[in-house]
């Protein structure tokens, strides 16, 4: 099956500078990417997604780039602000979109 | 658009008894729900895929007798957590499938189950 692999585990950073957040996958057959945002004790929101036909896509502060060949995307988030603390998930469908296999999350720190 | 409502939000239950959780799609059909179980900290554990009218897809590992999923319409499943024990105790989330964007998942606000 899919497996998703998400780096870093934990990111700090300034209020103002960049976020990179790394994800691989090994299915080659997985074609959509979406990326979740989660606040603590909250569910889980769609802040971007990418299909496979697509090597990047942009939404404001927030970009996703796709690697088919080397089977990794990465989320990238400009001009950071203390509300985009939370944790972020990457993860991959395949068998035809039927399922979502997560990352393990990435717990984001914007500091003022 | 694409909302998707769970009740209870909370539960606190006896070891033994049963607990079902309500899943809805509140403004589009979803032909496919999900329901995952998240542990403080961790990601989202798949446990079953859900479409309407047929039986639940379990992942390996989950029990289809000890979570009994139904998705009787298109707006709504449910999640029944049978005999329930301390081990079971969880964040539980549904997500539906169906709306503008095919492929999007869109989530419930979880049910935090505590079994004593």
């Known amino acids: 099956g899919e497996n998703v692999e998400q780096h870093p585990s934990t990111l700090s950073v300034q209020e103002g500078d960049s976020a990179v957040i790394k994800c691989t996958y090994s299915?080659?057959?997985?074609?959509?990417f979406p990326w979740y945002k989660q606040e603590l004790g909250k569910r889980p929101q769609l802040i971007i997604d990418?299909?496979?036909?697509?090597g990047e896509k942009k939404d404001q502060r927030i970009a996703v780039t796709l690697n088919k060949t080397a089977k990794h995307f990465s989320l990238h988030i400009t001009e950071t602000q203390p509300e985009d603390s939370a944790v972020y998930f990457c993860?991959?469908?395949?068998?035809?979109?039927?399922?979502?296999?997560f990352g393990k999350g990435t717990m984001l720190l914007v500091s003022p | 658009g694409a909302v998707v409502s769970q009740h209870p939000s909370r539960v606190i239950c006896k070891s033994g008894t049963s607990v079902k959780i309500e899943c809805r799609s509140l403004?589009?059909?979803?032909?496919?729900m999900f329901w995952y179980r998240q542990f403080p900290k961790q990601s989202l554990m798949l446990m079953a895929t859900?479409?309407?009218?047929?039986?639940?897809?379990?992942e390996q590992g989950v029990e289809k007798d000890k979570f009994l999923i139904n998705h009787a319409s298109l707006t709504l499943s449910t999640l029944t957590v049978t005999s329930a024990h301390p081990e079971d105790s969880s964040f539980y989330i549904c997500?539906?499938?169906?709306?503008?964007?095919?492929?999007?998942?869109?989530f419930g606000p979880g049910t935090r189950l505590l079994v004593l």
């Open positions: 859900s479409n309407e009218g047929s039986k639940a897809t379990y």
């Open positions: 993860a991959a469908a395949s068998r035809g979109y039927s399922t979502l296999t």
């Open positions: 299915d080659s057959a997985s074609n959509y």
């Open positions: 997500s539906a499938r169906g709306g503008l964007v095919w492929e999007t998942q869109y």
């Open positions: 403004d589009f059909q979803a032909t496919t």
């Open positions: 990418i299909r496979s036909n697509v």
